[in-house]
């Protein structure tokens, strides 16, 4: 290329770089410096989400084995398979079994889309619980996480509870009997029992119509939405919180140990050395 040419690219780069659109999008140079990388990590909408330093062994996938961003792509896939088999599920005691019927034989891609959401869902309870455990096993629910792990908690009973009011609504036996057995043992609880069973169950005794619209109204609107609002703010903490905790650092006594061995290396090479043969 000729010195004339380049001279004319570099030319219109820097006027577009410069320009005023360009710099309302792009407000920091390149990040080449500490400052301009956490700006960087600051002005943007999708960046600012990530914490702007984190720990590069934290970020190793065998750290997290990533349980938090499977169970949240769950979640998606659970959301977006719910509204299709919302188009053709009406929560009727007299319909509800024959509806599941249908869609797993005559909706174009009805069987699939409904085990995708009965696998999704049973995956869900899994990585989260491995999830819960692993932050756990490295002591993550220490401040100032600890009330990201309350956070957590609650996420995991309402993933529990989303599990429970879904099982009913096939109204097959299996989710009939299992539903009757569970409500009813929201009755032998303490002072609320009555109360925590008709509460569910919006009948005295046994599982019905009532029961079922009750399943339905907390499995497709209310649980989802608290999950949601609940994982914003587990999200939004996690970034507060300096991202993922990290393997802590050694304690003192590993690192008397680390430099105890580090002077006795140093030791057995200078008596290795001959006497003036390094100078
Ligand atoms: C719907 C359920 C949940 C979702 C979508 C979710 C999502 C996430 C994500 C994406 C992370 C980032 C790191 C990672 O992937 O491991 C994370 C971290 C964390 N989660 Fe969850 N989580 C859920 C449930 C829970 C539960 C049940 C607990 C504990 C009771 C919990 C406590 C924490 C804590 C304390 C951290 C910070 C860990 C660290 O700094 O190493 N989460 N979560």
Same mark, same amino acid.
């Given at each position: !290329?000729?010195? =004339?040419?380049?001279?004319l690219?570099?030319?219109?780069?820097?006027?577009?770089?410069?320009?005023?659109?360009?710099?309302?999008?792009?407000?920091?140079?390149y990040?080449?410096? +500490? #400052?301009n990388?956490?700006?960087? !990590?600051?002005?943007?909408?999708?960046?600012?989400?990530?914490?702007?330093?984190?720990?590069?062994?934290?970020?190793?996938? =065998?750290? /997290?084995?990533?349980?938090?961003?499977l169970?949240?792509? *769950?979640? #998606?896939?659970?959301?977006?398979?719910?509204?299709? #088999? !919302?188009?053709?599920? @009406?929560?009727?005691?007299?319909?509800?079994?024959?509806?599941?019927?249908?869609?797993?034989?005559?909706?174009?891609?009805g069987?699939?889309?409904?085990?995708?959401?009965?696998?999704?869902?049973?995956l869900?309870?899994? /990585?989260?619980?491995?999830?819960?455990?692993? @932050?756990?096993?490295?002591?993550?629910y220490?401040? +100032?996480?600890?009330?990201?792990? @309350?956070?957590?908690?609650? *996420?995991? *009973?309402?993933?529990?509870?989303?599990?429970?009011?879904?099982? *009913?609504?096939?109204?097959?036996?299996?989710?009939?009997?299992?539903? =009757? @057995?569970?409500?009813? !043992?929201a009755s032998?609880?303490?002072?609320?029992g009555?109360?925590?069973?008709?509460?569910?169950t919006?009948? +005295?005794?046994g599982?019905?119509?009532? /029961?079922?619209?009750?399943?339905?109204?907390?499995?497709?609107?209310?649980?989802? #939405?608290?999950g949601?609002?609940?994982m914003?703010?587990?999200?939004?903490?996690?970034?507060?919180?300096?991202?993922?905790?990290?393997?802590?650092?050694?304690?003192?006594?590993?690192?008397?140990?680390?430099?105890?061995?580090?002077?006795? =290396?140093?030791a057995?090479?200078?008596?290795?050395?001959?006497?003036?043969?390094l100078?």
């Amino acid at each position: !290329m000729s010195t =004339t040419n380049r001279g004319l690219i570099d030319q219109t780069w820097s006027k577009v770089t410069e320009s005023q659109v360009w710099r309302s999008i792009f407000r920091h140079g390149y990040p080449d410096t +500490p #400052l301009n990388q956490s700006l960087v !990590m600051m002005g943007n909408v999708f960046l600012h989400l990530h914490p702007v330093k984190v720990s590069r062994k934290a970020m190793k996938i =065998t750290y /997290t084995w990533c349980l938090g961003g499977l169970s949240f792509f *769950l979640f #998606l896939v659970l959301t977006i398979t719910g509204v299709f #088999l !919302m188009f053709y599920f @009406v929560p009727d005691q007299n319909v509800a079994y024959s509806n599941i019927q249908q869609i797993q034989s005559a909706v174009a891609f009805g069987n699939l889309v409904r085990n995708m959401h009965r696998w999704a869902a049973h995956l869900m309870v899994v /990585t989260v619980t491995l999830h819960m455990i692993r @932050v756990f096993y490295h002591g993550a629910y220490k401040p +100032p996480r600890e009330f990201n792990w @309350v956070i957590g908690v609650a *996420l995991f *009973l309402v993933t529990l509870l989303l599990s429970f009011t879904g099982y *009913l609504l096939p109204w097959d036996q299996i989710g009939y009997w299992a539903i =009757t @057995v569970g409500s009813n !043992m929201a009755s032998y609880a303490p002072i609320f029992g009555t109360a925590a069973h008709n509460f569910l169950t919006g009948q +005295p005794v046994g599982v019905g119509q009532p /029961t079922l619209i009750r399943f339905y109204t907390l499995h497709v609107i209310g649980l989802p #939405l608290v999950g949601a609002i609940l994982m914003a703010v587990h999200f939004w903490r996690i970034r507060k919180d300096g991202g993922e905790a990290g393997p802590p650092p050694p304690s003192r006594r590993e690192l008397e140990q680390a430099r105890a061995q580090q002077a006795q =290396t140093q030791a057995a090479t200078r008596e290795r050395v001959p006497a003036g043969s390094l100078n």
